[in-house]
């Protein structure tokens, strides 16, 4: 058996755009709308986690698992420069309640992708107002907001790194010009004022300004929260020759940012993936390994390399804040769990700070541009009738957070049958009044 060190988080992740539905003040929506689009389909109604979330709080507390990573969505709150919603922070407010009524720790995520339709046009994060406006924002939902002791200021802050090169040779052929010149009219800005386009000098000024502008905001309000800012680093190795560009890599994409973080309550680490720089000064999968849906190279003990390496650093706690498996081989899923987590076992033995582990994502949800058709999800949703189905991978994990420990069965081997539950009903949790 291995056991985790004790109070270790054990949790699942989602994000309010991708759960919750009709979150029509945002950028992101006005993006999916347009025609053509840059988005594969619209969210819609998601999977309607803002009226099913007591249920849903509910399944993840009936798993075992002890904490709920979720967003508060800022298009909700402050759906105009200055106006803020009572009934949005009410609602989240539920959506705190819920856990802890459950037992469940609440964490939240102040900032997933996604902003109000007024920030993007006034230049989104490329704007040298946004730390103020994103830190009056902070302030605000954190005063009005109690009971929760985690907060991500903002998800993956220097993804737009990694994915904008993607962007930039989609949009750059003259077939998509149309495409661009509609999310231009949709956002009624430059494209690089959607945060997942923002230029990486930004993120590096007026983004980590942002994040530590909002940090302090939240902890005015709350002194005895946990504040921090997650990061997508992905495990970056090197063939012989190829050291110099997996070393680029990472100052490119990484490392500015642990050193501006670099004593925060916690660094977010999110790991899905290897990439292999080779001497060629090309890099991704090894020809021939396993891949998910996603292309990711399906290597669970990516997760612990990561750690290591940040820890070693940064000597900062760590807090797995995402980590999982698409597809839709279940068995799969069930599997890549406990390797992954037999290899965190094996950093964390040899001294590395993790605190949690956050699967993602507790419900298949809305993967931005790539819409329904990827899978990492505990629990699958019909989305014709929202009928949420445990997956065994579910089972699996759960047992593994209510033993804190991983045992030889539950780490490798897929649980038998998954279990099938109705909603009950918005705002009710399952079993309770």
């Excluded at 106006?83 to 609440?106: K, M, N, T, W």
């Excluded at 940012?257 to 000064?281: E, P």
């Excluded at 290899?343 to 949800?365: M, Q």
């Excluded at 994990?397 to 780490?411: K, M, V, Y």
């Amino acid at each position: 058996m291995k056991r985790f060190p004790e109070e270790f988080l054990w949790g699942s992740a989602t994000a309010a755009h991708q759960v919750e539905g009709g979150n029509h003040n945002s950028d992101c929506w006005a993006l999916e709308q347009a025609r053509p689009s840059m988005f594969k389909e619209v969210s819609g109604d998601a999977v309607d986690q803002w009226n099913r979330f007591a249920d849903d709080i509910a399944l993840l507390a009936a798993l075992g698992l002890k904490s709920y990573r979720f967003g508060i969505e800022w298009a909700r709150i402050e759906p105009s420069e200055g106006v803020f919603s009572q009934a949005a922070l009410d609602h989240y407010q539920r959506c705190i309640d819920a856990c802890l009524r459950l037992g469940v720790e609440p964490m939240l995520s102040f900032h997933h992708f996604t902003s109000p339709a007024w920030v993007t046009r006034l230049g989104g994060m490329s704007d040298p107002a946004y730390p103020e406006r994103f830190a009056r924002y902070c302030a605000h939902a954190a005063s009005s907001l109690r009971g929760f002791g985690w907060a991500c200021t903002f998800n993956e802050l220097n993804v737009p790194i990694l994915v904008t090169p993607l962007f930039g040779e989609k949009l750059a052929h003259p077939q998509a010009a149309p495409v661009k010149a509609a999310a231009v009219a949709a956002l009624g800005a430059p494209l690089e004022s959607f945060f997942l386009t923002t230029p990486r000098e930004v993120l590096l000024d007026i983004g980590l300004r942002a994040h530590a502008m909002g940090r302090d905001a939240i902890k005015a309000a709350h002194p005895q929260t946990k504040v921090g800012v997650t990061l997508s680093i992905q495990d970056e190795q090197a063939d012989p020759g190829g050291e110099e560009y997996r070393d680029a890599r990472l100052e490119r994409y990484v490392d500015p940012f642990l050193d501006a973080v670099r004593g925060d309550d916690f660094i977010g680490v999110q790991t899905y993936t290897r990439y292999v720089s080779r001497a060629d000064g090309g890099y991704g999968p090894v020809p021939g390994e396993p891949l998910t849906t996603m292309g990711f190279a399906d290597r669970p003990q990516a997760l612990a390399e990561v750690c290591r390496r940040v820890w070693a650093k940064t000597k900062t706690p760590i807090i797995v804040t995402e980590n999982g498996w698409a597809g839709d081989r279940d068995a799969r899923r069930t599997q890549f769990i406990g390797q992954a987590l037999d290899h965190l076992h094996d950093a964390i033995s040899e001294g590395v700070d993790v605190r949690g582990y956050y699967y993602w994502t507790l419900l298949d949800n809305y993967e931005w541009l790539s819409g329904y058709g990827q899978r990492f999800g505990l629990i699958a949703v019909n989305r014709a009738t929202q009928r949420r189905t445990l997956k065994p991978s579910a089972l699996a994990f759960g047992r593994i957070a209510q033993d804190n420990a991983l045992h030889d069965s539950t780490a490798f081997e897929p649980a038998e049958a998954a279990s099938v539950l109705e909603p009950t009903g918005a705002g009710t949790p399952l079993g309770m009044a």
